[in-house]
């Protein structure tokens, strides 16, 4: 049996550093998740594929997602008081919503994005 190979659709997320962090979350409207992450942290790594998915589906609903590379972005991941990654931030309009740490089901995050969009 043969299987039709389809073509992967590339997630549209945004990567920020200290230098470009503030100009990016400034210029996107409606719901934004900002991933603050590690390449040698596993559960980012396992959130990688979650947030992709997320970022594909919601981008019809104006959700963004934007990565942070905690090591390469030191100064921005103190400002928002970055402890632990993988660490999720809510923002609303360019402003920070809340915050979740840890590795975050996709219905979770599902949910918290419906409530952001509601409100």
């Given at each position: 049996?043969?299987?039709?190979?389809?073509?992967?659709?590339?997630?549209?997320?945004?990567?920020?550093?200290?230098?470009?962090?503030?100009?990016?979350?400034?210029d996107?409207?409606?719901?934004?998740?900002?991933?603050?992450?590690a390449?040698?942290?596993?559960?980012c790594?396992?959130?990688?594929?979650?947030?992709?998915?997320?970022?594909?589906?919601?981008?019809?609903r104006?959700?963004?997602?934007?990565?942070?590379?905690s090591?390469?972005a030191?100064?921005?991941s103190?400002?928002?008081?970055?402890?632990?990654?993988?660490?999720i931030?809510?923002?609303?309009n360019?402003?920070p919503?809340?915050e979740?740490?840890?590795?975050?089901?996709k219905?979770?995050?599902?949910?918290?994005?419906?409530?952001?969009?509601?409100?």
């Amino acid at each position: 049996m043969f299987f039709k190979k389809t073509k992967r659709v590339e997630p549209p997320i945004l990567h920020a550093t200290d230098d470009d962090f503030d100009a990016i979350i400034a210029d996107l409207p409606g719901v934004t998740i900002v991933d603050f992450w590690a390449p040698w942290c596993g559960p980012c790594r396992m959130m990688g594929p979650i947030l992709d998915e997320i970022a594909i589906e919601q981008a019809k609903r104006g959700v963004r997602v934007v990565k942070v590379n905690s090591d390469q972005a030191p100064e921005t991941s103190h400002r928002f008081g970055i402890r632990s990654i993988p660490t999720i931030v809510f923002f609303k309009n360019g402003e920070p919503e809340f915050e979740m740490v840890g590795l975050v089901p996709k219905p979770v995050l599902e949910r918290e994005i419906a409530v952001c969009l509601a409100s």
